[in-house]
């Protein structure tokens, strides 16, 4: 079969990239390989669904840009698709004096990446908003919002398939020979040829560039979030989204309080190193997978000033009681009894050989093959303006 663009990867980004290159080109003979059987089955089907305002992203780098473009185009596809949103708002809070510079920062942040009604509240303003939390001063940033991002996935495969263009599910992408005129691609399901190949491969991003001889800088780390999810009797304490201020040597958030649009509270994600790149237990081990990891020489880079870090998420991890303790922080009155165990997702974060957490989204364009490398959070809200870049380099 031969096709124009072949897009590897049925997860947010493969599909809002399939989606665009179709409504721009609708001559396109497009097709996504899929190695599962539905879209949307690991970091996009498994993620906090939180539509995010952008704040913190350093102003000017892509994520700052392509959140806040992405959020109207979402929000636009979504109104036409008729796919349930809420712009319900969020606070982050600083409990002790030590938070309060990083809380200033983060504030200033949101402005410089043009966040509307941002504003710094006191303590009884954020009792208002969120009646059960505790804190000396927050940020209330009512443009973040919720969505189901397996719904929107959903959507896109529909529309795409509308759009003529081709899903094989089931197709594990094995193998990819590039030559000067075409791309070869072996899956589990056959061959396929195609002028431009797009690897929207998230956990595998890395080595599906491999298999196209790119010569590549990083590896994916794998890093699991893990949730609890609030009892329904104790759903009271959380009115909407509930975030701690964040380290800034960290791609991740903190453990903070998330309302799903159908109601539910989660409480999560932690960020720990997963034994496998799609490891969604503490028992799940791919012993080649980790070995790779543990023989990065990046990794150990990494590892070395933040081990600390790393074993703090590993307790919590482990313990409930440590985690509960770090939700306390934010609302003092939940109890381990308020707590169900809830899902988990892996984060694809790339690593460059340096031993650097790649802060900022990483995309590498060859001859004929375009790879996404490093689409980590914020990547589903600003996913259809990470597609427009996308169909920028075709
Ligand atoms: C715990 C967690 C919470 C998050 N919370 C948020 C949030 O609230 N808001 C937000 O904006 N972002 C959030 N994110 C980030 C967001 O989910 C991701 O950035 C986004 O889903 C990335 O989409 P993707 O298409 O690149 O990857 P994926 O959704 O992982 O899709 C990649 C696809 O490629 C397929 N694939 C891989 N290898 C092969 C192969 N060899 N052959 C064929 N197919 C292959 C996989 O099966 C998969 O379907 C979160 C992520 C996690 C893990």
């Known amino acids: 079969m031969k096709y124009d663009i072949i897009i590897v990867g049925g997860g947010i980004i ?78 982050i809070i600083a409990v002790d004096e030590s938070e309060l510079p990083g809380l200033h920062d983060l504030y200033e942040r949101g402005k410089a990446n043009g966040i509307g009604n941002l504003s710094l509240i006191d303590s009884p303003q954020l009792k208002e908003l969120e009646p059960c939390t505790t804190g000396l001063k ?30 094989i599910f089931s197709a594990n992408v094995e193998n990819i020979q590039t030559n000067t005129h075409e791309t070869v691609v072996f899956t589990s399901s056959g061959e396929f040829t195609c002028r431009t190949l797009i690897n929207c491969g998230g956990l595998y991003s890395d080595k599906i560039a491999e298999m196209n001889t790119a010569e590549i800088d990083m590896k994916i780390i794998p890093f699991r979030g893990e949730y609890y999810s609030l009892k329904p009797e104790s759903r009271y304490l959380v009115k909407n989204l509930i975030y701690p201020v964040p380290d800034p040597r960290f791609p991740f958030l903190g453990v903070h309080f998330t309302r799903r649009i159908n109601g539910e509270i989660e409480a999560g994600p932690n960020a720990v190193l997963a034994f496998a790149r799609e490891g969604y237990t503490k028992s799940t081990l791919n012993f080649t997978e980790l070995f790779e990891t543990l023989t990065y020489p990046a990794f150990w880079k990494m590892v070395k000033p933040y081990w600390r870090t790393g074993l703090g998420e590993m307790v919590r991890s482990f313990s409930k009681k440590a985690f509960v303790n770090a939700l306390q922080k934010l609302i003092p009155d939940i109890t381990a009894d308020d707590l169900i165990p809830g899902g988990s997702g892996v984060r694809a974060q790339a690593l460059a050989n340096t031993g650097q957490l790649l802060d900022d989204f990483y995309i590498i364009q060859h001859e004929h093959t375009i790879h996404v490398l490093n689409a980590p959070s914020p990547a589903a809200t600003a996913s259809f303006a990470i597609a427009r870049e996308i169909v920028g380099y075709l």
């Open 14 to 91: 493969g599909l809002t990239t399939a989606y665009t290159i179709l409504k721009e080109k609708p001559d396109t003979k497009l097709l996504i390989l899929e190695k599962e059987p539905h879209v949307a089955q690991h970091q996009t089907g498994r993620n906090s669904g939180v539509i995010h305002s952008g704040i913190y992203y350093k102003p000017g780098s892509q994520k700052a840009i392509t959140c806040r473009g992405g959020i109207r185009l979402l929000m636009d596809f979504c109104h036409t698709y008729a796919i349930p949103t809420e712009i319900c708002g969020k606070v």
């Open 138 to 167: 927050a940020i209330h940033c009512p443009e973040t919002g919720i969505v189901d991002y397996t719904h929107v996935a959903n959507a896109l495969k529909n529309e795409i398939s509308t759009l003529g263009g081709d899903i």
